[in-house]
């Protein structure tokens, strides 16, 4: 009896987990049909929201220039955060994922790429763009790069990896390196069988099991894999100057982080990020944003996160604390 008890929980898990696939890819058919729209705007930028994330995204909004062209993908958001999105940030487009849950960032940046033919860029709400000359800067692609990235981290293997908080693609490059080698935008590692053909050409640069595109993790993070491939092709990643992080007053730009689950006790970065949405949510001025979140999210003091985090808050530098107030006062 246990033998059988073990097979159902095991075939229920099954049918569960292909449930929500095909709720998955009937999410993402849908979401397609809403390109028409935009497939034509020139450079556009593609900020994914999240529930909980409006009145970032908000602040996010401010340090975007007019002129360029801003495109929303709203990632599980219900329906008073949809509209009240279209209202305020006045986007020159729309994708609405009305999905059960958050559509997983890879899946969202595989979409995009099936079905935008032109260059075009992600920029994450919490990345605060304040020198906005970078706009025009980062949407010059030279034709052998396959993507234009203001922020990188150390890589073992390229000296560099972009980080893809503020990133312009050559569209039409990464589409052939995925169609070619069969792969995607998520996470994933050679445990996962990654295609034969794909890991035969990373040897070509020295990536194999023991030795992935970014130290400390034995597994290519979201977009590593396709960058990875495109590197051993001969195309590059071109990195745009960003200035010293410890001096808030010349930053050209600034990327929060982990501000998705703004209750979270999870670690130090959470914890920082945390700190954020509320100090955030303080300074918001629209009523009916704070009324809604602090419905759904109670109702916190920026001052109080770090309570019982003692070392979380000596972890954090106080020139960070002093880029937030930058952000926030933004008129």
């Known amino acids: 009896m246990e ?26 058919k849908k979401a397609s049909s809403q390109f028409a729209l935009i497939k034509d705007l020139i450079n556009p930028f593609f900020m994914i929201g999240i529930p909980g994330s409006l009145h970032i995204m908000k602040l996010c909004a401010k340090y975007i220039p007019e002129y360029v062209n801003t495109v929303l993908v709203l990632n599980g958001m219900d ?19 009305n999905h059960s849950g958050v559509v997983p960032h890879g899946k969202v940046l595989d979409m995009l790429f099936r079905n935008m033919q032109n260059p075009f860029g992600i920029i994450d709400y919490d990345c605060f763009i304040f020198n906005a000359g970078i706009f025009n800067q980062i949407t010059s692609l030279e034709p052998d790069v396959i993507v234009n990235s203001l922020f990188s981290k150390e890589s073992p293997v390229f000296g560099k990896t ?21 792969v995607n935008c998520g996470i994933t590692s050679f445990s996962k069988r990654i295609p034969k053909k794909a890991g035969n050409q ?43 992080a410890s001096q808030p007053e010349n930053l050209d730009a600034f ?4 501000v998705a689950e703004p209750n979270s006790t999870y670690g130090w970065w959470s914890v920082r990020g945390s700190y954020f949405w509320w100090r955030a949510l303080e300074t918001c001025e629209d009523e009916e944003i704070v009324f809604q979140y602090h419905q759904k ?23 960070y604390f002093g880029i937030i107030e930058r952000i926030v006062s933004q008129p």
């Open 79 to 97: 329906e008073w955060e949809e509209e009240k999105a279209r209202l305020l940030l006045s986007p020159k487009g729309i994708v609405r994922l």
């Open 255 to 258: 990327h929060v982080g982990g």
């Open 3 to 28: 033998y059988f008890g073990k097979v159902q929980k095991r075939l229920a898990y099954e049918a569960s987990s292909v449930k929500q696939k095909i709720q998955l890819a009937n999410t993402l």
């Open 202 to 244: 990373l040897h070509i640069v020295g990536i194999n099991e023991e030795n992935y595109p970014e130290a400390g993790k034995n597994y290519f993070d979201t977009l590593r894999l396709v960058i990875s491939l495109g590197i051993s092709e001969g195309y590059r990643c071109n990195y745009l100057n960003n200035a010293d």
């Open 297 to 319: 999210y109670g109702n916190r003091k920026s001052s109080e996160i770090f309570d019982g985090f003692s070392e979380y808050r000596n972890q954090t530098k106080q020139s």
């Open 162 to 182: 972009p980080q893809t908080f503020f990133c312009f693609f050559q569209t039409e490059i990464v589409r052939s390196i995925i169609q070619k080698y069969k």
